[in-house]
């Protein structure tokens, strides 16, 4: 009896610090949350394009802003692509706009770009993109990163990872 009751105590102290531990791996990192600042700097920012223009964040407000960080060497980033792609022209007489944000440098995206044109405008971010993604809540620094902003500019959802079409389904119902 006294030997149940001790391995009874056992595998409950295991499962209570199983449990302690699950939650200190999935506790909200305070570094992971938006900097407002950061957000409303991102509107005040332009980027050199691919074809040599420039392209400025301010020229896509009054819609909601899909926001994507990538780089061409990031298998799901490039896997990603045709997706937003096909989000954008589906969805620009709606008013939706879609940015790629390029972490890479040019002559990688220029000539990612001549084999896989995108409908959707890109800048060239540079690393000056890892900081402004940081800024944005992507703390881990991951790629691709995704931010969704609504009408009125406001930062509304995250995601670091590939997008799925859920993702995109459940974020359009949000703005």
């Given at each position: 009896m006294?030997?149940?009751?001790?391995?009874?105590?056992?595998?409950?102290?295991?499962?209570?610090?199983?449990?302690?531990?699950?939650?200190?791996?999935?506790?909200?990192?305070?570094?992971d949350?938006?900097?407002?600042?950061?957000s409303?700097e991102f509107w005040?920012?332009?980027w050199?394009t691919?074809d040599?223009?420039?392209l400025?964040?301010?020229?896509?407000?009054?819609?909601p802003?899909?926001?994507n960080?990538?780089?061409?060497?990031?298998?799901?980033?490039?896997?990603?692509?045709?997706l937003?792609?096909?989000?954008?022209?589906?969805?620009?007489?709606?008013?939706w706009?879609?940015l790629?944000?390029?972490?890479?440098?040019?002559?990688?995206?220029?000539a990612?770009?001549?084999k896989?044109?995108?409908?959707?405008?890109?800048?060239?971010?540079?690393?000056?993109?890892?900081?402004?993604?940081?800024?944005?809540?992507n703390?881990?620094?991951?790629?691709?990163?995704?931010?969704?902003?609504?009408?009125?500019?406001?930062?509304?959802?995250?995601?670091?990872?590939r997008?799925?079409?859920?993702?995109l389904?459940r974020?359009q119902?949000?703005?």
């Amino acid at each position: 009896m006294k030997r149940r009751a001790l391995i009874a105590g056992g595998a409950a102290a295991v499962a209570l610090a199983g449990a302690g531990l699950a939650w200190w791996r999935q506790r909200p990192d305070p570094s992971d949350q938006p900097d407002l600042g950061a957000s409303a700097e991102f509107w005040l920012q332009s980027w050199d394009t691919p074809d040599g223009r420039t392209l400025a964040a301010s020229g896509l407000r009054g819609g909601p802003l899909l926001l994507n960080f990538w780089a061409t060497w990031c298998p799901p980033c490039v896997e990603e692509l045709p997706l937003l792609d096909e989000f954008f022209r589906a969805r620009r007489e709606q008013g939706w706009q879609v940015l790629g944000l390029a972490i890479d440098q040019p002559s990688a995206v220029r000539a990612f770009m001549v084999k896989r044109p995108l409908s959707f405008p890109v800048g060239l971010a540079g690393l000056g993109g890892t900081e402004l993604a940081r800024g944005l809540g992507n703390a881990k620094g991951g790629l691709p990163f995704s931010v969704l902003f609504d009408r009125e500019g406001g930062l509304v959802e995250r995601k670091l990872g590939r997008l799925l079409p859920q993702d995109l389904q459940r974020w359009q119902g949000k703005v």
